[in-house]
């Protein structure tokens, strides 16, 4: 193959048109197939990115704070299926603190959890909840703490009427 003075391809011996780099069309597509990823290093990005991924999760732990909001949410809900436990009984279901947790006193043995998820949390004071039979009770709540989070109180209320609700510990 020769390139002509003005740097233009020629036609190499078998028929081939040649590029200024003296390569022939099967030698351009080759460069051209070259350009991409590979499907293996696709996955090997998506692996790496899934590995960081998990350690970042696994760094961040549920803080103290966040332990003590679902504690709170979980005895809303006990608390109120403890409610509907009573009503369906016609017996009045007494909730209370007792060192290592809580006790739901009339209602069926077994039937609702008597300990916190997170060692540390506790009831402030010794209030006794008296959840019905009534369809309506007297507005009644509960502040709760963290042991890990001290100063940080979630108060567990209800107005009688609605569902117990979760709110900061020095809502009325």
Same mark, same amino acid.
Do not use: C, Y
């Given at each position: 193959?020769?390139?002509?003075?003005?740097?233009?391809?020629?036609? %190499?011996?078998?028929?081939?048109? %040649?590029?200024?780099?003296?390569?022939?069309?099967?030698?351009? @597509?080759?460069?051209?197939?070259?350009?991409?990823?590979?499907?293996?290093?696709?996955?090997?990005?998506?692996?790496?990115?899934?590995?960081?991924? %998990?350690?970042?999760?696994?760094?961040?732990? +549920?803080?103290?704070?966040?332990?003590?909001?679902?504690?709170?949410?979980?005895?809303?809900?006990?608390?109120?299926?403890?409610?509907?436990?009573?009503?369906?009984?016609?017996?009045?279901?007494?909730?209370?603190?007792?060192?290592?947790?809580?006790?739901? +006193?009339?209602?069926?043995?077994?039937?609702?959890?008597?300990?916190? @998820?997170?060692?540390?949390?506790?009831?402030?004071?010794?209030?006794?909840?008296? @959840?019905?039979?009534?369809?309506?009770?007297?507005?009644? %709540?509960?502040?709760?703490?963290?042991?890990?989070?001290?100063?940080?109180?979630?108060?567990?209320?209800? +107005?009688?009427?609605?569902?117990?609700?979760?709110?900061?510990?020095?809502?009325?």
């Amino acid at each position: 193959m020769q390139m002509s003075e003005a740097g233009s391809s020629q036609k %190499a011996p078998g028929g081939t048109q %040649a590029g200024p780099g003296g390569r022939g069309r099967a030698g351009g @597509l080759r460069e051209r197939a070259q350009r991409g990823f590979t499907l293996i290093e696709l996955m090997v990005v998506v692996a790496i990115i899934a590995i960081g991924t %998990a350690g970042v999760s696994f760094a961040l732990r +549920d803080s103290s704070a966040t332990q003590l909001e679902r504690e709170a949410q979980r005895l809303a809900a006990l608390l109120e299926s403890a409610r509907a436990q009573s009503r369906t009984s016609g017996r009045p279901v007494h909730w209370h603190p007792v060192e290592d947790g809580f006790r739901f +006193d009339g209602a069926r043995k077994g039937s609702l959890p008597e300990n916190w @998820l997170t060692e540390g949390t506790q009831a402030l004071g010794a209030p006794t909840l008296i @959840l019905g039979p009534e369809p309506i009770i007297g507005p009644q %709540a509960v502040l709760i703490e963290s042991a890990a989070h001290r100063g940080r109180t979630l108060r567990i209320g209800t +107005d009688g009427i609605r569902p117990f609700a979760v709110s900061s510990g020095n809502a009325q």
